[in-house]
C-alpha cells in the first residue's frame, strides 16, 4: 500500500479494549474528535452494538479490510488481546498502525509496550497529555 492510500481509503479504523464505560467512554471521545478534524472513523462498539460472536468477528474484520489505517489504544498492563489481533491483521495485510499508550504505568518489554506493537508500529505516541494533536500529526505525516 503506498502512503498516499490513507487519503482515498475508507476511514481509520479504532482497535481499543471497549468492555468498560470508561473505555467505551475514551474511544467515542477519540472517534469524535477525529471526526471533527475531518477523518471518517470505523469504532467498533458503535459497529457491532447489537451484535454477537461470529457478527462481531465479520463486522470488525470487514472495518480492518476497508481501513486506511489503524489507530490503537494499548493501554493497561497488557495491551488487550483483540487490539493485539487487529494491529498484527492490520500489519500484515500493509495497513499502518498508530500505537498510543495514555497510560503511564510501566509494562511491557519495550518503553511499556509489547515488542511486536512497538516495532510494527508505523508510529507510537506515548504518554502525552496532547495524544489527540499527536495522533493527528502522525496521520498527516502518514499521508505525506
Not at 471533527?36 to 463486522?59: H, S
Not at 489503524?70 to 493485539?84: E, F, K, L, Q, R
Not at 494491529?87 to 498508530?98: K, N, R
Request: aromatic content about 10%; some cysteine.
Amino acid at each position: 500500500m503506498q502512503q498516499t492510500d490513507i487519503i482515498t481509503r475508507q476511514h481509520i479504523y479504532l482497535a481499543a479494549p471497549l468492555f468498560t464505560k470508561g473505555e467505551r467512554d475514551f474511544n467515542l471521545s477519540v472517534s469524535e474528535y477525529l471526526t471533527a478534524n475531518g477523518y471518517r472513523v470505523f469504532l467498533p462498539q458503535q459497529e457491532c452494538e447489537n451484535a454477537e460472536g461470529e457478527d462481531i468477528y465479520k463486522t470488525c474484520l470487514d472495518g480492518l479490510r476497508s481501513a486506511a489505517i489503524v489507530i490503537a489504544i494499548v493501554d493497561g498492563a497488557d495491551a488487550d488481546s483483540g487490539t493485539c489481533w487487529e494491529c498484527g491483521y492490520a500489519v500484515s495485510q500493509g495497513i499502518p498502525v498508530i500505537a498510543v499508550r495514555t497510560d503511564f504505568r510501566g509494562s511491557g518489554d519495550t518503553k511499556g509496550f509489547n515488542a511486536m506493537i512497538y516495532y510494527s508500529a508505523a508510529k507510537v505516541i506515548d504518554g502525552s497529555d496532547r495524544f489527540l494533536e499527536e495522533i493527528l500529526s502522525a496521520l498527516q505525516g502518514l499521508a505525506a
